[in-house]
């Protein structure tokens, strides 16, 4: 088992910056892959970035690629996801999740968060 609290969003301006982070518990978490999914009003959720258990994987949306970083810290039992150059269609809830396999499919994940929500303002 393991739960997941997403922290950091809020309202920014268009070109800002925010650091999102995402706190697990449970003893297995450094052998999860871990996923950031967002969602949109009216929208799907879809997947943003994801990274595999010892954090030597990434992949990205083609949307944030090159704007956004995921990482994480085992140790402390964090993921980030470090969002620059916001756009206005960046706006969403944002999910943290986890699964034992690292892929981009949002129904293959088994544990979320409760979100958090991002602004951006153009």
């Known amino acids: 088992q393991v739960q997941l609290v997403e922290s950091g969003g809020g309202l920014v301006q268009a070109g800002g910056s925010l650091r999102l982070s995402c706190a697990a518990s449970?003893?297995?978490?450094?052998?999860?892959?871990m996923g950031w999914f967002r969602q949109a009003p009216g929208k799907e959720r879809e997947f943003v970035a994801n990274?595999?258990?010892?954090?030597?994987?990434?992949y990205y949306a083609d949307s944030v690629k090159g704007r956004f970083t995921i990482s994480r810290d085992n140790a402390l039992k964090m993921v980030y996801l470090q969002m620059n150059s916001l756009k206005p269609e960046d706006t969403a809830v944002y999910y943290c999740?986890?699964?034992?396999?690292?892929?981009?499919?949002?129904?293959?994940?088994?544990?979320w968060g409760q979100g958090t929500q991002v602004t951006v303002s153009s």
């Open positions: 990274i595999n258990w010892s954090g030597g994987v990434t």
């Open positions: 449970g003893r297995t978490f450094s052998s999860y892959a």
């Open positions: 999740a986890a699964d034992t396999s690292l892929t981009t499919e949002r129904r293959s994940y088994s544990y």
